[in-house]
């Protein structure tokens, strides 16, 4: 594990947070902007090379990291995340859930099952052990905020593959189940509803299907794609404390799709 110290002010001044999915993308965009905004950032990915980069440019700016590579499809990665967490910054207080993976142009009857069961793996168990392991750290303390990176694909049938549609709106039903069970006890549970955002994933779909990049954004009200950071600001007032008295909600930042 690479780890950085430093310091900042900002709206996450004093906190710890986890962010998954860390290495690209939206989660490395949140990842520089929570820093920025006074967290001690601890990231998870696969990528432990890729997460080293990000850790040196925060350190940097100033600004406290650690990398923890891992992948949150194995219960005991997490886990050991969340530990390292708590070892190394004293508590968890915020957690963003980001890892996904999914697929888009494959009818579901020709869909293998190893695809289905990959969508499964990563967009649903990897939350779930996310938060079976990151809720326990801030029982502990009695607060915290975590935030989910679902998709319009949770709320509607965007095009995208039948297993991540499905996977997605497992994620919102799981997030709002969190919310009403930890409410109680001073956490706050909710997720992010994101519309088409230039990641590699959806880069890599449209290099494979060059038609989907104005289908993405053709039933938009802002015929464009986010950019990671967009998604990552919305992550950061919902992680902190202007967002107080929002709990169990799916927030939409997705160009306008699900409104129209």
């Not at 996310?130 to 965007?158: D, I, K």
């Not at 997605?168 to 409410?183: D, L, P, Q, R, S």
Request: with cysteine.
């Amino acid at each position: 594990m690479n780890e950085s110290t430093g310091g900042a002010g900002g709206l996450l001044s004093g906190r710890v947070a986890m962010i998954t999915g860390a290495s690209s993308g939206i989660g490395a965009a949140a990842a520089r902007l929570f820093a920025a905004e006074g967290a001690a950032v601890v990231l998870m990915a696969r990528r432990e090379e890729e997460l080293g980069r990000i850790v040196e440019g925060i350190a940097a700016e100033g600004g406290r990291a650690l990398a923890a590579p891992g992948d949150v499809t194995r219960s005991e990665d997490v886990r050991r995340v969340v530990t390292a967490a708590v070892d190394t910054f004293g508590q968890l207080d915020v957690a963003f859930n980001n890892a996904g993976w999914g697929t888009a142009g494959t009818d579901l009857h020709e869909t293998e099952d190893a695809v289905f069961d990959q969508v499964m793996d990563v967009n649903v168990r990897g939350l779930w052990n996310c938060l079976r392991h990151q809720l326990p750290a801030m029982l502990v303390h009695g607060s915290g905020s975590v935030v989910n990176t679902a998709s319009t694909a949770g709320v509607v049938a965007t095009g995208a593959g039948a297993p991540y549609v499905a996977a997605k709106h497992a994620v919102i039903g799981m997030t709002k189940a969190a919310a009403a069970e930890y409410g109680g006890r001073g956490i706050r549970v909710n997720s992010l509803v994101v519309g088409t955002t230039r990641t590699e994933l959806i880069e890599g779909a449209i290099a494979a299907h060059p038609h989907l990049e104005e289908f993405f954004v053709a039933r938009q009200i802002q015929k464009r794609m986010a950019d990671p950071d967009e998604v990552a600001q919305a992550a950061l007032w919902l992680a902190g404390p202007r967002s107080s008295f929002v709990t169990g909600a799916a927030l939409a930042v997705d160009g306008g799709l699900t409104a129209v």
